[in-house]
């Protein structure tokens, strides 16, 4: 995921384009999906992103693809994925804000998750945080992996995929931050965690 992306990826508007034709052709679970060929072919769009748009709602448990069998529809009526991937490829002012701000939440929780209940010895010595520029997507999914919250990984996962592609990161944090956010962790100290990541994300004192 790059956060150079000059526009949203070709992806998303497949995504939405896959949910209007599962709804115009009253697909439901268990049913199974057109091929790949075939969809690039309906929706007139390249293959690689139709393979990517697949990836996408296969992350978020829509669908699930079966080794030699093909691709299928999931139960998906227990949770709201739905809406909230609807919600996010609109990409007015305030849907914006709400990637960001969710963002930024589950962030927060993930990191008191690993607070309470993680190994996280391995995570503090990782040779990626030692260099002078820290992937930020790496260093925020491993904790999300950490917090062993399947559901908040998969919705962070998405959400840095619209955020990045949004241009959404207006702050450079630099090396020095997340030093002080990895000492915090160490010490296991939930307020100066807290301190440290909204130093990290520049955001302000609540």
């Not at 998303?12 to 060929?37: A, C, F, W, Y």
């Not at 690039?40 to 748009?53: M, P, T, Y």
């Not at 849907?95 to 607070?115: G, P």
């Not at 959400?159 to 944090?173: T, V």
Request: proline content about 2%; hydrophobic content about 40%; charged content about 35%.
């Amino acid at each position: 995921m790059k956060s150079s992306d000059a526009v949203p990826k070709v992806y998303l508007e497949i995504v939405k384009q896959l949910r209007t034709m599962i709804k115009e052709d009253h697909l439901k679970p268990g049913d199974k999906l057109p091929s790949e060929r075939e969809l690039s072919e309906r929706l007139n769009v390249g293959r690689s992103s139709v393979r990517e748009a697949l990836r996408a709602l296969e992350l978020l448990g829509l669908i699930e693809t079966k080794r030699g069998e093909g691709t299928f529809i999931r139960d998906f009526k227990g949770h709201q994925l739905i809406p909230l991937l609807g919600t996010f490829i609109l990409q007015d002012e305030a849907s914006k804000r709400d990637v960001k701000e969710t963002k930024h939440l589950i962030e927060r929780n993930c990191l008191s998750l690993i607070l309470k209940r993680a190994e996280i010895e391995a995570f503090l010595t990782d040779k990626r945080w030692t260099e002078d520029s820290i992937n930020d997507d790496e260093f925020f999914l491993t904790i999300a992996q950490l917090a062993d919250n399947h559901l908040l990984l998969r919705i962070w996962v998405v959400l840095a995929d619209y955020y990045n592609s949004l241009q959404l990161n207006e702050q450079h944090p630099v090396k020095e931050h997340y030093d002080k956010l990895l000492t915090a962790l160490a010490n296991r100290d939930e307020v100066k965690t807290a301190e440290a990541y909204r130093l990290l994300r520049g955001l302000s004192n609540e």
